[in-house]
């Protein structure tokens, strides 16, 4: 289960964030997530729970963006999401030369929360 150090790095980032803004509570997180990654939102809501005990972030509602794949066909140019399907190859001239454009993002977009009176 590798969501257990995505889940830390993005409890600490988060928490990183909310102090350089003042905040006194954190009431939601958002996160965008490539699907190359792998992870499954299921555990990272899991081990976000167990993480976020305690800390700045214990109210926060962690909510998560799937970014799909996309590759690019380095013989056409043609930008494309691959699938099993098609065995991944370009659906316009059929190459397997590809590159993967998108798909391996973390990324923590936004945090939520309250500043202190
Ligand atoms: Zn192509």
Redesign the pocket.
Known sequence: MHEMSYVARLCDLAAKTAKSEGMAKVTAIHADIGQMTGIVPFYMQKYFKTAAKNTILSEAELVIGIIPVTAL?N??K?EYTPDAEHDYL?P??K?GDCKIIKGREFLLTKVKGECEE
Request: proline share 0%; glycine share 0%; net charge neutral.
């Open positions: 066909c013989t056409c043609t370009c316009a001239c190459s």
